[in-house]
């Protein structure tokens, strides 16, 4: 079983900036793409960034140019550097993790526990 832990959210103010953490751990073989997603209130669930095992990366228009997803293999880790942050980036962080646990078997896609960002003055 795979397990991923978020860290790194929290309330900060417009223009600010907050730096997201995701760990996998367990019974992992190969994680191909790690990536961040959120859901604001009555919103539903969106891509924010992606990064592939292969080293691309994928971003929402609305955080272009704002954040950055960036990824250590050696640590089963994906962070989000968010800058310039407004209220609209409010909302439920969740890392997501496609991998298998065994050689040649199906990639399943994990899910962490989600973190909170709320951007207000």
């Known amino acids: 079983q795979v397990q991923l832990v978020e860290s790194g959210g929290g309330l900060v103010q417009p223009g600010g900036s907050l730096r997201l953490s995701c760990a996998a751990s367990?019974?992992?073989?190969?994680?191909?793409?790690m990536g961040w997603y959120r859901q604001a209130p009555d919103k539903q669930r969106e891509l924010v960034a992606t990064?592939?095992?292969?080293?691309?990366?994928n971003y929402a228009d609305s955080v272009k140019g704002r954040f950055t997803i960036s990824r250590d293999n050696a640590k089963n880790t994906v962070y989000l550097q968010m800058n310039s942050l407004k209220p609209e980036d409010t909302a439920v962080y969740y890392c997501?993790?496609?991998?298998?646990?065994?050689?040649?078997?199906?990639?399943?896609?994990?899910w962490g526990q989600g973190t909170q960002v709320t951007v207000s003055s």
């Open positions: 367990g019974s992992i073989f190969n994680i191909y793409t």
């Open positions: 990064f592939t095992s292969a080293g691309s990366t």
């Open positions: 997501k993790a496609r991998g298998v646990e065994k050689p040649l078997s199906t990639p399943y896609d994990y």
